[in-house]
Structure formats: structure tokens, C-alpha cells
């Protein structure tokens, strides 16, 4: 019956610890900060060390790995950039640029077909971004602008994707609408292959 009692005092206390390990958004945002000027000094080390700390504070906040991503990236190591990838997409899923990046990341790996499944869902999340945009733009009768930058997404995720149909129908449409920019055009000319070279040219694949 002791023994009974004792563990069941163990595990109020493990539970009432828990509870009061709550996520502090104000310190973890300080320490990001501090990070931030840290990485403006080219001081890695710390940088590193003061973004898993703030990651610490508050286990929901997912700047702080967006940092680590471009200080992995930029010391080519690339399974843990990936792996930061991962989180951020987990933690905040609206930034449609994560889902790209992971999906490059993937592809560069050698894994296409899960790659494709994050340029899939970067498309989602961009088009709803845009949706918000053309929203607003509705709203507001002194904003004459179309949203063009995720409209571009959207064709570079269906470039990535290799569905070409969709990604010149896109093409065809914004060029209606934006007669005279050239980079629409050169959408078309897009190629794949060279930019996926180009990228991390380091990286292996497994």
C-alpha cells in the first residue's frame, strides 16, 4: 500500500510540474533577438545557443528555427536544416516558403515523391494567403494592385511539381493581367533541373 501511495505521489508531482512549465512567448522572443544580433556579429556559437534556449521558453514559437535552418544551410549541414524545416512547417504552417524549402531539400536527398507532397501543400497554403490578399484588395477601393508575389508562388510550387499545364495556364493569366512584365514571361523558360543544381551543390544524395 506504501509503495502504492509513493508512486502515486511521483506522479502528481511529475504532473503538477509539467503544468507549471509554461511557455514564455516575451523571454523567448528577448532570446531570439539577442540570437539575431549574435548572428550580425557572425557569432554562430552563441547565436546557436541563445535560439535553442529561446526554443526552450516557449516550445510553440518558430522564428527561432528559422534561424537555425540558415545557420545549418550555411555550414552545409543539411540534415539538420531539413530537420528545423520540419518543426517550423509543424509549428507555423501558413509560411507556404517552409513547405518549398522542404520539399528542395527533400528532392535534393533523392525522395521526389515526399517532395512533391510538400510542394502540394505549399500550394494550399499559398493560395490561401492570395485568397486573403484578393479579400483586402476588394475591401480597400484605394488599393488598385492585383497580388502578383504569391501568384508566382503558386507557378514556381506547379514548376516544382513538374505539372506544367497548370503552371502556364497561371502564366497565361497573370500575363492578361500584367501585360508588360517580363519576368511572367520568362516563367516559361523556367528550367527545373538547373535550378535544383544550383542549389546547395554540396548536398548529396542518399
Not at 15 to 39: G, P, V
Not at 126 to 154: A, G, H, M, W, Y
Request: contains cysteine.
Amino acid at each position: 500500500m506504501k509503495q502504492l501511495l509513493g508512486l502515486y505521489t511521483i506522479i502528481v508531482l511529475l504532473l503538477s510540474s509539467c503544468e507549471t512549465q509554461k511557455n514564455d512567448r516575451k523571454l523567448a522572443e528577448q532570446l531570439n533577438n539577442e540570437a539575431i544580433e549574435q548572428l550580425q556579429k557572425d557569432n554562430v556559437e552563441n547565436a546557436t545557443k541563445l535560439l535553442n534556449s529561446a526554443i526552450e521558453a516557449d516550445n510553440t514559437y518558430a522564428e527561432p528555427h528559422a534561424y537555425l535552418i540558415q545557420i545549418y544551410l550555411k555550414e552545409e549541414n543539411y540534415d539538420q536544416a531539413l530537420a528545423q524545416t520540419k518543426i517550423v512547417i509543424e509549428k507555423s504552417p501558413e509560411e507556404a516558403e517552409n513547405w518549398v524549402l522542404a520539399g528542395i531539400l527533400t528532392e535534393k536527398k533523392g525522395y521526389k515523391d515526399e517532395a512533391f507532397s510538400y510542394y502540394k501543400e505549399s500550394i494550399k497554403w499559398f493560395q490561401l494567403r492570395l485568397d486573403e490578399q484578393l479579400k483586402e484588395v476588394k475591401k480597400d477601393t484605394t488599393k488598385s494592385d492585383l497580388p502578383l508575389q504569391d501568384e508566382v508562388n503558386i507557378i514556381f510550387s506547379y514548376i516544382l511539381l513538374e505539372n506544367h499545364d497548370q503552371a502556364n495556364k497561371r502564366i497565361e493569366k497573370l500575363e492578361e493581367q500584367f501585360p508588360s512584365n517580363r519576368m511572367i514571361q520568362n516563367l516559361y523558360d523556367f528550367d527545373k533541373a538547373m535550378y535544383l543544381n544550383s542549389l546547395f551543390p554540396n548536398m548529396k544524395t542518399e
